[in-house]
C-alpha cells in the first residue's frame, strides 16, 4: 500500500475525529469537559501536519502526526482512567472540584457561573464498555501506527 495514502488516512482520521465530538457536542448535546478539549488539540495539530505533508510531499513530517496521535491517546487513556476512578484527575473538572462548603453565599448564588458543570470523571457515552475518550484512545492508537508505517524512509 502508498504510505503517502496511509498518511492521508491518518490525517483523515483525526479530522473524522474532531468533526465526530464536533458532532456528539453540537448535534447530540453532549457538551465536553475540559479533558475532552484536551483530546482535540493534538488532532488539529495531525490534520495541520497531513495538510502540510500534501502540500510539500516530505513524509518525514509523518513522525509528528504520530506524535501528535500518540499525544490524544495517552490523554484519553489518562480521561477513561479518571472515569473508571482508577486514578485521580484534575480537581477543577472532577467530582472532588467543587466544595460547596467552601464557597461563600454571593459565590452560590453568582450569575456568572456556568449552567452545567461538565465533570471529567463522569461517562456520559459509551458504547461497547469504552466511553468516548476510551474510544479516542483505540482510534488514536490506531492512527499513530498508520502515521508511524507512513514515515518510514522505504517505498512502497
Not at 83 to 110: F, N, V
Not at 135 to 156: H, Y
Request: charged fraction near 10%.
Amino acid at each position: 500500500m502508498n504510505r503517502t495514502f496511509l498518511l492521508a488516512v491518518a490525517a483523515l482520521g483525526s479530522l473524522a475525529m474532531l468533526l465526530g465530538a464536533y458532532g456528539f457536542q453540537h448535534i447530540g448535546g453532549l457538551a465536553p469537559c475540559k479533558m475532552c478539549l484536551w483530546q482535540r488539540w493534538p488532532h488539529a495539530v495531525a490534520v495541520g501536519i497531513g495538510l502540510l505533508i500534501a502540500l510539500t510531499g516530505e513524509r518525514s513530517l509523518g513522525w509528528f502526526g504520530a506524535l501528535a496521535a500518540a499525544t490524544t491517546g495517552a490523554i484519553g487513556v489518562y480521561h477513561a482512567g479518571v472515569e473508571w476512578r482508577w486514578w485521580e484527575g484534575p480537581s477543577s473538572c472532577t467530582g472532588s472540584g467543587t466544595d460547596l462548603g467552601a464557597m461563600s453565599g454571593a459565590d452560590l448564588l453568582a450569575m456568572d457561573t456556568p449552567v452545567a458543570l461538565v465533570l471529567c470523571d463522569e461517562i456520559v457515552w459509551q458504547f461497547l464498555g469504552l466511553s468516548m475518550a476510551g474510544w479516542n484512545a483505540v482510534i488514536s492508537f490506531g492512527l499513530a501506527a498508520l502515521w508511524i508505517i507512513g514515515s518510514q524512509r522505504r517505498s512502497s
